[in-house]
């Protein structure tokens, strides 16, 4: 098996303040279910965590300027970390990952490197 990071990009950012209570906690729910079966088959490396929309980009040269907001749809806002077989199988478990239940919402799937494998 190897390691394919799921990297969750867009969404609105005012979606947890905008949202009711009752909406969230069954949203966080079915992020723990999902989280579990992952877990229960062997196919959870890590489950990440949500990323804050603001934050700041830094040069090479030392320049650090704010995240544009601008472009939402390409910020990455979350990741998680799943074990499969090959790409398709990690595209079938980000097919059931419920940060689809979020607005305007992509996920890109990118195999982990190991160069140390063989």
């Known amino acids: 098996m190897n390691d394919y990071m799921?990297?969750?990009?867009?969404?609105?950012?005012?979606?947890?303040?905008?949202?009711?209570?009752?909406e969230l906690a069954?949203?966080?729910?079915?992020?723990?279910?999902?989280?579990?079966?992952?877990?229960?088959?062997?196919?959870?490396?890590?489950?990440?965590?949500?990323?804050?929309?603001?934050?700041?980009?830094?040069?090479?040269?030392?320049?650090?300027?704010?995240?544009?907001?601008?472009?939402?749809?390409?910020?990455v806002t979350g990741f998680s970390i799943v074990r499969a077989d090959n790409m398709d199988a990690a595209i079938a478990i980000a097919k059931d990952c419920p940060i689809f239940l979020y607005p305007d919402i992509t996920v890109e799937i990118r195999e982990v490197a190991n160069p140390g494998a063989e």
Not at 6 to 22: D, F
């Open 6 to 22: 799921l990297i969750y990009k867009g969404g609105n950012p005012n979606w947890m303040t905008e949202t009711s209570p009752e």
């Open 26 to 75: 069954a949203t966080m729910e079915k992020w723990g279910q999902w989280m579990g079966n992952l877990e229960a088959k062997g196919q959870l490396s890590t489950g990440g965590s949500p990323l804050h929309y603001s934050g700041k980009n830094l040069t090479g040269d030392g320049v650090v300027t704010d995240v544009s907001l601008a472009e939402i749809k390409e910020l």
